[in-house]
Every structure is written in C-alpha cells, then in structure tokens.
C-alpha cells in the first residue's frame, strides 16, 4: 500500500456517477474544529486532480466551505460532499463541521459513508467529543483511520501525537493504531524546528520526497533505517495480530519471513473490518505544488483499505406501516432505497436534496415515493407522497454535473424534491418502503423570535418551516402559554446560522426576544369571593351574582368545579355558565396572568332575575367571583421543573454537581457509566437551565451532553416569585 508510482492524473481525476458499487468509497471526515479537514479535503482533490489549484476549481470557488455563510462565519456548518477519482475508483469525502452545534451534520455524514478518516491537529492533539466520536463509530463497527495534520507547526510531533492516538483510540488494544509511514524531516528552521518533506514507507521500506512539490520514491539512506526497522517491526505485528490467518503468528514469531504482499492484503482486509486503525500524516500542498504531502498515501488507503458500499450493513427497512423487509441490500437491480442525508436551498435552483442511495438505481426524471416519519414532535410532519425525481448531478464547490443515474452505493444531489426533508427515504413508487431514521441529539437552547416587520411575519412561518426541513436537529415550537414562537438550536452558533439563513435564504428578518418559561398560579389557602355583575342600560339588562369558594389540591389535580347551589338560587341552566367563566378566568390567571391550576372552585350561592340573567352575565360573574377570591389570597407563582440527566467524564462530575446545585437543583443521584463517565440524575427548576447546553458546554470543555424532560411545576421560592413579578410589573 503506497508504493505504486503516481502521476497526476487531470482531468481524469474528477469524478460523475459511478457504475458499480465496487467502484465506489464514501468517507467522512471527523475532527474538532481547526484539526485540517477542509484543507485535508482540498489537497485530496488537488492530488486526484479534480481542481487546478490548492481548493479552486476551474470557475475558482472552494470545493468545501464554498457557501457564502461559511465565509461569513470562517467555519464549516454543513456536511459537504467532495467527489474525486483515484485508480478508476470514485471517492465520495463527506466533509463535516467540527463545531458541536452542528453535530446533526456530522451524524448525516456517518449516516452516509461507510468508514470514517478522524483528523487530529498535531498541535492541538484529540479533544474529548472526538473521543466520544471514535466510540460511537467503535458501536457500529465503521472502519476508521486516522490522519495528523498541522505537522508544520513549532511543537509538532508525529510520534507523540501517534501514541497520544494510540492511547486515546486503542482502548484494550493499542496495538490496533499504528502508523504506516514515518515523516521524513527536512533541514532545521531558524526557529529549530525541521519541516516535514516526505514520508517513509513502513512496509514498502521505500522514502517519499515531497520537497518537490511532487512525490519522488527512492530509497531510504542509512540514517533511517534503525528507525524504520524499529516501526516496521512492531506494525508487522499489529497487522499479524489482527490477520484472519491465526497461524500467520505463529509462523512470524517462528522465524518465518512473511512477504510484503501477505501483510498488505491483510492490512487491508484488517482495516476494512474495522479492526486495525493505521495512522498517516498528511498536509496540503505548497505554493505550485501539485501533491499535498500525504495525500497519494491517504488516497491509496482509502481505494484498497476502506470497504465498498457492499461491505456494509444497511440500515433497517420496513414498510410505511411498520412490517419489516428483507432486501438484497447494495444491488442496483433491486427495488430502491435511498435516503435524504441533507437538505438545502439554492436561490437559483431551489431546493436541493443530497441523497445516499442504499438500494435500486436512481433516475432523472423518474416517480419516487417519498416517506417521512418519526420526527413531528420536531415540526417536521408526517407524510407519503409521491414526487418526481428532477434533475441527477454530483456536486462540487458551487458546481452541480449532470447525471443520468445513481447506482446502489453512491450519492448525488436531487433538485426540486418539494417535500422531501432530511431523513426521509425515497423509494419505488409501487413498492413504498422507509428506513429507520438516525440518531439526532434533542436541541437544547431555546430562541424566541419575533418577526421584525409586517412584511416579514407574512413570510415567517414558511421560512421557519423550511429551515426545519432542512435541519432536523431544530425544533419548532409555538408556545401556547406564552404565545412565543421557540426555535430550539443546539448551541449559540447553531443559532446564529439558523438567524442567519432566515435572513440570507428566505428574505425573512427577526428579532430576538427573552425566552419565557410557561409558568403557573394557585392559591395558597383557602378563600371566597363574590361576583356580582348588574346592569341596567335599556332594553334587557345584566343579573347574575354568584358566590364561591376556592380551595388549593395538590399538585396534578387541575381544576375542579363542585356546584353545592341549593333551593335554584342559581338556576340549574346557568351553573354551567358560571363554570365556563371560572375557567376561562383560570386559564387567563388571577395574578402574573399566568394559568390557575390544582384548585377546587366550590360554587355555594347566588341570584338571578327571571328577566335579565344570562348565560352571559353568569360567565362574568364567575370570573368576578374568582378575581375576588385571588385578591384575598396568598397566590403561588409555580415553575416547572425538569428531570436533566448529565453524562460527564469523571473528571468534570464535581464541577457539574456543584453548577446543578447553584441552579436550585437536586441532585437525586450518580451512576458509573463505560469510558470513564458519570451520569448524573437531578431536579432542576426550568427558569434555570435555559442556557444550560452552552454552559455545560463550557463547563466540561465540550466533553459532557445532557437530556431533559418536564417533571412536574411545583411552587417557586418568595424571592424568586417576587422578583418575576416585579419583571411582570415593569414590563407592562
């Protein structure tokens, strides 16, 4: 492996559509923000020769992070497909954002490769969220190697950072993570450190000079060989330990000389089964370079290391009702499966939809059916539509190239799917079937908004809906409570680009507004009033007194009517006319304005004209009765509480208590989890953990995640219920 001379290949470099699924490679590439993958990713297609310069192709835009909105936010936010051509092999490279936020992009791109390149910074060595990454590939069996980057810079070191990945990805074995080649270091710097120009071959005992801008193959001089031998020795016996053939061990420790050929193919057969994790290095290419550093070594692993698309075990399929199907998974002449991995919008095209194809071919201008379940409780609803497939083609930077097909494998871009959302399956339209859909996190962080203008709140409720469609880790909510429209993001960023594609892709501009918890009132004790609403104003008047009595339950119950009316002082066809005002009242509030709950109204005496009562002046009346009575009473402000359960690396688990505790929690208890990790169980008032996915965030330098659940609402303290009081006061 990486012994082959290459040439630079042109023009031939650039990827369409693939004709079998063997020909294809789809590779995500994972990394903290910062670690490289975009440049990785740039210099990769330069060296396949897909664009004519580092990053550019031939119109000069990026191939990844060429949205504008990525400019703006000098970061990637959304999973970019790259496609390139190595050896006659189609490589489809899935570029992911590194930021948390936008780990709903990262989890489409596991969703569509099939093995997994992490990219570590040299300098900045394997955060704690890439650690729980590689674990979560680990659970699935995807094949992972991974690549150092940013070996220019003033500390790195190569076998440092390969023992600090051993250690870190290893587990019980870390054997298992081994590097393939050693850098070959050029001549000092003024500042001491030597630059890597070429790479030395472990297996291939061959040197590969970059120094040129292209790669020159020769052979090591003496001053390598102690090292190499030393390397070479212990992934020999990385690869033997992992090799299928149990007496190849024997045979090596024996004595035996096992060639070049045998341990390539069972590299190969080790790193496809997701059991053997070599390491590489790699950086972009120089001024006029034509070859990245590493990067023929990375593309030769992925054509003859990584698995094709048959190698893997697709995701379950039923039918739109929920009985289970059995298909020849990964064959192009079996009926079609395809999945939605990403959604977005082209302000000249329209909406375009990235989709995996795991079963059948896929074709222009053919009828699909289009199946979307499992996410309403997100906004995102429920359907089975059918809906012309319109123009094929597989993207690159601001490009999309025509196609014809997609066979069972591959990926492309679908234009003008109207209702097709991320997550959703595409299917033959005679035999209609839908896959399990991916695991999303739940978004955490409310934002309130509020349209701007007029003219923006007539356009805001479609632009809203669309940026769910795309973005299925955003949840839409309209409060019924506090009648606020709530998109729940992720994090702060996450946030910021949500504003910023309502305003920069569908015209629309918000503003932001405080998050409002849905809070509640009852009464402390017991307490009577008497509503008395009589008017005379010509023509038939008003008459309807009522008096009541209101008791507190406990929490739970609701509200309660209890009609004790004796000897038709309010007659029988108004008692219900009395109830519906109390009620109405009572969801108004009787205080703050906040909904009155978990109270008994006792309905004791009143009066009524044979004339003037109504069931309109009963109403009033009641609600008078339940006014008085709150004005005579100790009112409770209630907020509701959530059950939050914290998975937090050991490290972190004080820190994180202690912040619960300042939140008025109450912690109920912690429990030992795999990997080093606390999961921690609390009760903790909602009014206090609105910011709480960015302040875990920081508390536990990205490394802990939380769930929430509403609990019960339960009376909050004087001093709290006070000062939200005062807020009610000045804001009025």
């Known amino acids: 492996m990486g012994d082959k001379a290459h040439t630079h290949p042109g023009a031939a470099g650039r990827a369409t559509a693939a004709d079998h699924p063997t020909s294809v490679r789809n590779v995500v590439l994972v990394g903290h923000s910062g670690s490289g993958k975009t440049t990785l990713v740039e210099a990769l297609a330069l060296t396949a020769g897909a664009v004519n310069r580092a990053g550019r192709v031939e119109d000069g835009g990026c191939v990844s992070d060429y949205d504008d909105m990525e400019h703006r936010q000098q970061r990637s936010v959304q999973l970019s497909l790259v496609p390139v051509e190595w050896d006659g092999i189609k490589i489809n490279l899935l570029d992911t954002p590194g930021y948390a936020d936008f780990v709903g992009e990262l989890r489409a791109g596991l969703r569509a490769a099939d093995s997994a390149l992490f990219v570590v910074s040299a300098s900045d060595g394997v955060d704690g969220t890439t650690r729980m990454l590689w674990e979560e590939c680990a659970a699935v069996g995807m ?32 054997d298992a993570v081994l590097p393939l080649y050693l850098p070959l270091h050029g001549p000092p710097a003024p500042d001491g450190h030597a630059p890597v120009t070429g790479l030395v071959g472990l297996l291939s005992r061959k040197l590969f000079d970059y120094a040129s801008g292209e790669r020159v193959a020769s052979e090591p001089g003496e001053a390598e060989l102690p090292q190499l031998d030393e390397a070479r020795s212990m992934l020999i016996e990385g690869i033997i330990s992992e090799s299928e053939d149990e007496t190849l061990m024997e045979r090596y420790l024996g004595g035996e000389q096992v060639d ?20 590489l290095a790699a950086a972009p290419a120089t001024e006029g370079a ?13 054509t ?88 094929l083609s597989t993207p690159f930077g601001k490009q999309q190239r025509p196609v014809t097909h997609v066979i069972a494998g591959d990926l492309a871009c679908v234009a003008k799917l109207t209702r097709a959302e991320t997550g959703d399956t595409l299917s033959a339209k005679d035999d209609p079937l839908l896959m399990a859909p991916w695991e999303m996190p739940d978004p955490l962080l409310p934002l309130a908004i509020e349209a701007h203008s007029k003219p923006d709140e007539d356009k805001l409720s479609q632009g809203l809906a669309r940026l769910v469609a795309e973005d299925p880790t955003m949840r839409l909510e309209h409060n019924q409570d506090t009648h606020q429209v709530v998109l729940w993001c992720l994090g702060e960023a996450h946030a910021d680009v949500a504003l910023e594609r309502l305003r920069s892709h569908y015209g629309v501009q918000v503003d932001v507004v405080p998050h409002r918890v ?13 509503g008395r609403h009589v008017k005379q104003s010509g023509g038939h008047g008003q008459y309807a007194i009522c008096e009541i009595e209101v008791e507190p339950l406990p929490g739970g119950s609701g509200i309660e009517f209890v009609d004790k009316v004796v000897g038709g002082a309010v007659p029988r066809q108004f008692i219900p006319s009395v109830e519906k005002g109390v009620r109405t009242q009572a969801a108004k509030g009787v205080a703050a304005g906040h909904p009155l709950i978990d109270v008994r109204i006792t309905l004791l005496d009143g009066k009524a004209h044979s004339v003037d009562s109504s069931d309109a002046a009963f109403q009033t009346a009641g609600a008078l009765a339940l006014r008085e009575a709150a004005a005579e009473a100790r009112i409770h402000l209630l907020e509701p509480v959530a059950e939050v359960s914290v998975l937090v690396g050991d490290d972190y688990v004080g820190a994180v208590m202690s912040d619960l505790s300042g939140r008025r929690g109450k912690v109920l208890g912690t429990e030992q989890t795999s990997g080093g990790r606390t999961l921690i169980r609390a009760e903790v008032p909602e009014i206090e953990i609105g910011r709480y996915a ?24 004087a001093q709290v219920a006070d000062r939200m009081r005062e807020e009610v006061r000045a804001a009025s």
């Open 143 to 174: 094949p992972r190697a991974i690549v150092i980057t940013h070996l220019e810079a003033a500390r790195a070191d190569f076998e440092e950072m390969t023992r600090i990945c051993a250690e870190a990805f290893g587990g019980d074995d870390p």
């Open 518 to 530: 849905s809070l509640r009132e009852t009464f402390g004790d017991r307490a009577a009033g008497r």
């Open 694 to 717: 960015v302040d875990l965030r920081s508390l536990s330098h990205g490394t802990a995640r939380f769930d929430r659940r509403y609990a019960r609402h339960e009376p909050m303290p």
């Open 290 to 302: 034509r070859q990245g550093l590493g990067t023929v070594e990375l593309l030769d692993l992925i």
């Open 260 to 279: 070049v050929k045998t341990l390539i193919e069972d590299l190969e057969r080790a790193v496809a089964r997701g059991v053997f994790f070599p390491v």
């Open 304 to 391: 003859r290391g990584f698995p094709t698309p048959l190698e893997r075990a697709a995701p379950r399929v039923t039918t739109p009702e929920g009985a289970g199907r059995e298909l020849r998974m990964c064959d192009p002449e079996e009926s079609l499966v395809a999945e939605v991995v990403k959604t977005s919008s082209d302000p000249y095209v329209g909406r375009i939809s990235m989709v995996r194809v795991f079963s059948g071919t896929l074709r222009a201008d053919q009828t699909v059916h289009v199946s979307g379940h499992g996410l309403s409780d997100r906004g995102h609803e429920d359907h089975d539509v059918d809906e012309r497939i319109g123009a």
